[in-house]
């Protein structure tokens, strides 16, 4: 197994440009989250998906869209990039077993985007 | 809402000697925590869980955690620090309700000096 792609693992933009970050997962996870890790900030939750779908939304969820047509990949859209958003961004999936015991993620090596 | 603060930044210890990393929690149920670490360059990978079974939670790597309700704690510890043990530690306590969700502390540096 592969666990959790991302790509790109770094990518520097203009302001106003757009891209998608790409993940996958082939654990047959069907929670898939998006986090944003800022330095001294922790993790933040973006957007999240339970399921094909099925997305909603985290803490910071402005200037940016997600989708889960399967459920092995989870892509994060940047529509008009700010550099508020310079970030690194992690990927993560998790499998909600019947206990609901989601909490162990398994996560992407990250994408380092910097917004010029 | 579930929240947890980090105490430390930053810490640094001697190879050999004694990891402390504090941990409060705010919680008004029994919360699930949990520890993470993250290496430089790479995703964060489960230490540690506790989920109200044992009190004192035993972690990969020789760490260990100790869920305190009169403290609203839940400090990691290791009794001696290895070089590979530099990284970036994270506090995580799991939301209740819906789509349970992670929510993380801001993180602790450790820093292993030879």
């Known amino acids: 197994n592969a666990g959790v792609t991302q790509t790109p693992k770094f990518r520097i933009l203009k302001i106003g440009q757009s891209m998608t970050l790409q993940c996958t997962q082939d654990m047959n996870h069907n929670y898939m989250y998006w986090y944003r890790q800022d330095p001294g900030m922790g993790l933040k939750l973006i957007y999240y998906s339970v399921g094909a779908g099925i997305t909603d939304k985290g803490e910071v969820p402005n200037g940016y869209n997600v989708s889960r047509s399967t459920t092995e990949d989870f892509p994060l859209r940047l529509e008009l990039a700010a550099p508020s958003q310079t970030s690194v961004y992690f990927c993560?999936?998790?499998?909600?077993?019947?206990?609901?015991?989601?909490?162990?993620?398994?996560f992407g090596s990250g994408t380092q985007l910097s917004v010029l | 809402a579930q929240s947890v603060t980090q105490l430390d930044s930053h810490v640094s210890v001697s190879e050999g000697t004694p990891v402390l990393l504090r941990c409060n929690y705010s919680s008004s149920y029994s919360p699930s925590l949990f520890w993470y670490v993250q290496h430089p360059n790479k995703g964060l990978q489960l230490l540690l869980k506790?989920?109200?079974?044992?009190?004192l939670v035993k972690g990969i790597n020789g760490f260990e955690a100790e869920f305190k309700k009169s403290e609203t704690s839940f400090h990691l510890t290791k009794p001696s620090a290895h070089m590979s043990d530099a990284a970036e530690y994270f506090c995580?306590?799991?939301?209740?309700?819906?789509?349970?969700?992670?929510?993380f502390g801001q993180g602790t540096r450790l820093t292993i000096n030879p």
């Open positions: 506790y989920t109200s079974a044992a009190t």
């Open positions: 993560a999936s998790s499998y909600s077993g019947s206990t609901g015991g989601n909490e162990k993620l398994f």
């Open positions: 995580v306590v799991r939301t209740l309700g819906g789509a349970q969700k992670l929510v």
